[in-house]
């Protein structure tokens, strides 16, 4: 039988094919319902564990992560590293091969560290997801984001997607770009200079150094964070200045085409990247982001823990909903 996800472990989008990107985003589409029942749970994974390890703040993927697991009926266990071993000096991989020797099915790993998952996938026999690391890549939440603009759109292939802000810092852009473009999107990275990144073009985006010709006929409009910790010296004078240059308002909004859709990552600087109009307006689908986070991470767990003969001969995502 042919699996619809041939690989153990998500660890990023780059190198996923068209073809593995429209199984993850369809097996979501899948479960996507299972939230919106009176009984929230199916027993997909039942007797399977999901470890997760937060080695950074999180209120988004985390909650949506634990909230799969649990609709799947796997064992979850959220571990804090504030409360962990970690703060006596215990290393990352001690603590994974640790956690290892209890025997569980997937561990979800954010670290503040580039690469920190690639190293422990090396080194575990459970199935590793990538839930952020450093400013290297946030596989899920191009996933989601995914969802979305299908959900919204009715396709990826030949939209115009502007990403906006702090792109250099982005794991979310890094990981938007490399899905949207494999799937037939036109991506757009706009920011100061000093936040965009060198070789943006390697990842098949067009660079803008202002926000109103990368707004100009785009059918999807994404705005980052500003990192508030990273605006000192070099990189921008104030967030006021970044929200007169750069915040998304009503009017820079209409550049875009009229029936675009608004979308961020989260969490919100209100007023500096984006305008409480256009965060909670009609065209914003923010909250749609969320709700699709834990339909998508689902159909990421379902497809790392659930057994081989889960999936049909055809390969077709089959859960047990």
Known sequence: MRRIYPHRHLLGIEGLTRPEIVALLDAAESLFDVSRRSVRKVPTLRGKTVVNLFYEPSTRTRTSFELAGKRLSADVINISVSTSSAVKGESLLDTVQNLQAMQPDVLVIRHSASGAPHHIAERTRAAVVNAGDGTHEHPTQALLDAFTIRRAKGRLEGLEVAICGDIVHS??????????????????????????????????????????????????????????????GSFLPSTREYSRTFGLNPARLALAKPDAIVMHPGPMNRGVEIDPRVADGQQSVILDQVEAGVAVRMAVLWVLAAEANEFSATGEPRPAV
């Open 171 to 232: 794991r979310v852009a890094r990981s938007n770009a490399h899905l949207l473009t494999t799937m037939g999107a036109r991506v757009r990275f706009a920011g100061p200079r000093t936040l965009l990144p060198v070789a943006g073009e390697s990842l098949g985006a067009t660079i803008y150094d202002r926000i109103e010709p990368a707004l100009e006929g785009a059918d999807v409009v994404m705005m980052l964070r500003v990192q508030r910790e990273r605006l000192s």
